[in-house]
């Protein structure tokens, strides 16, 4: 088998190939809701290229989308391109433990993909921080199930807001400043956003815990959060291929290698 993963956010676009032992290729480009599947075609093909393989030789795709826009284009890139009907998370796939929140239907594919990676691979109760276009804090209960949780502005976005909305404050990148007290403006806004997000973090995770009443594991994944590493000890484990390990596995669960 090899399988094509797509895990599309607001802002990036995840293509990852695993060989049925292991991940063996993954690009990223920007999430464009208007790219037709052919254009996708002919980036994906280069890249392969490049790697050694083709197109021709992917025979399974999974895809888990937060732009609804996008899903038909990349639903026409596996059945052009690939000759296989894809599995799109949301369309009655088998996921595990039903969603525990009031609407089920409007949790976010991401966010149910990283309940079943968390799952498979810490024990117990837990809080999955995902920090992308939005920061996400997704409770997962001891038998998998997705709980609900909180969803905050992301780290980019609040840097982005600043420097559009004040005339006098700069674009600035995001890094841990050597003072929580800032000595001029890049090094206040930098303070701000980065020991801004590690109190969002820990306070709601103090929170969180207070609310469930139950001893839980923190994980943090995906590339924002990867930047708080070492600063804070609201975070257990920072995971960056949680996602990919829960796509992987809901492919396993509704195909025959799940049988």
């Not at 490049?50 to 890139?77: E, K, T």
């Amino acid at each position: 088998m090899m399988l094509l993963a797509i895990e599309q956010g607001n802002t990036n676009t995840l293509f990852a190939v695993h060989d049925g032992t292991d991940w063996i290729a993954q690009w990223r480009a920007a999430t464009e809701a208007s790219r037709t599947a052919d254009e996708y075609a002919v980036w994906l093909s280069q890249l392969l290229d490049m790697r050694g393989l083709s197109i021709g030789a992917l025979d399974a795709c999974i895809v888990s989308s937060v732009v609804p826009q996008s899903i038909f284009n990349l639903r026409n890139l596996a059945r052009r391109y690939l000759n296989v009907e894809p599995l799109v998370v949301g369309d009655n796939v088998r996921l595990g433990p039903a969603a525990r929140i009031d609407k089920p239907s409007e949790a976010g594919a991401d966010r149910l993909v990283n309940a079943v990676g968390a799952h498979l691979t810490y024990p117990g109760d837990l809080i999955v921080i995902d920090s992308g276009t939005a920061t996400t804090f997704d409770v997962v209960a001891a038998d998998g199930a997705f709980e609900g949780g909180i969803i905050a502005p992301g780290i980019n976005l609040s840097l982005q807001a600043l420097h559009e909305a004040a005339a006098m404050l700069p674009r600035i990148a995001i890094q841990k400043p050597a003072r929580v007290i800032g000595k001029d403006t890049v090094s206040n806004m930098q303070s701000g956003v980065f020991w801004g997000y590690i109190a969002l973090i820990e306070g709601l995770v103090a929170r969180i815990k207070a609310e469930w009443g139950k001893p839980m594991t923190v994980i943090g994944t995906g590339g924002v959060v990867s930047l708080f590493e070492g600063a804070t000890d609201s975070i257990d484990h920072f995971d960056p291929d949680l996602t990919l390990r829960g796509l992987l596995e809901i492919h396993r669960r509704n195909t025959h290698m799940g049988a």
